[in-house]
Structures are given as C-alpha cells and as structure tokens.
C-alpha cells in the first residue's frame, strides 16, 4: 500500500557538529486502486439501462365476427392518402368515382389541413385514413405522413398497396404538372 523510505539522504555533513536529519520520502502503491476502477466500471455498466428503440404505438382494431366485416368502413369517412415521386401527394375522400373527380394534389405542407379539416367534419369512430405509397415515393414520404397521424392524433390509419387505376392517376398528374423542359 504506503510505504515510508528510511535511507539515509548520502551522509554529508555541512559543519562540524551538524547532524544531517533523514529524509522520510512516501511511496503510494496505486494497485488497489487500478481494481477499485475496474469494479465501478464494471458496476456502472451492468446498472446502465440501454437507450429503448423508439417506435410508434399502433392501435390494432377490434376483431369482428365474420372476416370479411372487419376492414368496413363508411365512406364517408375515409380519406385516401397517395404519396408519389418527388413528395407529391394526393388524396381522395369516400370512393374515388370514374370521373376521378375527388382526386386532389396537394403537398405535405397543405396535408396537414386537409387531415384537421377531415377530423373537424368526421366523427372520431368514422374517420379512417388510407395511405398508399407508390412505388417511386421515397422511405422518408411514408415516415412523414405517419409522423402526420401522430401530430394530428389520427387512430384510424391502414398502410395499403396502391391499385393499378390509382397508380395511372398519380402517374398522369404527376406528368400534368411537370415543368416542361
């Protein structure tokens, strides 16, 4: 642990007579030390709890007597949701009809209110939103219209592979409003 050194300092006199007193030096073994360390760092990392996933809480519906009644909802409370390339999106509400008159472009920025003002006319129990992704929408698109639901405390949201005559409008207004080069 500690130990004192009692050598003599070398013995030289300066004057007749004079004693030269010793010099008591301290030596601290630090080997204890060195395992106290490694025990509280041993402690500290064991009692560590580690960052949790973040992830988003999911609401899963109700089951229904027959199957196929499960997935209904009235139509006037849905609204369709369809994320194309280059954040485009677009949406409908109820059935989008053969005249695809319903179909509206919009951006993430104006979503948002559509989304409020869906919620403001639709009761709570009723309201069901649809996003389609297409297959040009990018990963970051489906994250921000999830973190949509959230913001907006939408409970009622399914995550569906988009039609054929969906992808056909997206594809023709998405081309529609491109600049010409």
């Not at 109700?62 to 849905?78: F, I, T, W, Y």
């Not at 369809?82 to 104006?110: M, Q, R």
């Amino acid at each position: 642990m500690a130990e004192l050194d009692t050598s003599s300092g070398g013995g030289h006199k300066k004057g007749p007579g004079v004693k030269k007193s010793k010099k008591l030096s301290t030596r601290v073994d630090l080997t204890p030390m060195v395992d106290l360390g490694f025990l509280l760092i041993t402690f500290f990392i064991f009692t560590t709890t580690m960052s949790q996933p973040t992830a988003m809480k999911l609401n899963l519906p109700k089951d229904a007597a027959k199957p196929e009644d499960q997935n209904l909802a009235k139509e006037s409370g849905v609204i369709t949701i369809l994320l194309g390339k280059d954040d485009n999106v677009f949406y409908y509400e109820g059935k989008l009809d053969n005249t695809a008159s319903n179909f509206k472009p919009s951006t993430f920025k104006e979503i948002r209110n559509v989304l409020l003002d869906k919620k403001a006319r639709t009761p709570e129990k009723d309201l069901v939103v649809v996003l389609k992704p297409s297959e040009e929408c990018t990963y970051r698109n489906v994250v921000d219209i999830l973190d949509e639901m959230a913001i907006n405390v939408l409970k009622k949201y399914a995550l569906v592979d988009i039609s054929p005559i969906e992808t056909q409008l997206v594809k023709a207004t998405e081309a529609a409003s491109a600049p010409a080069k």
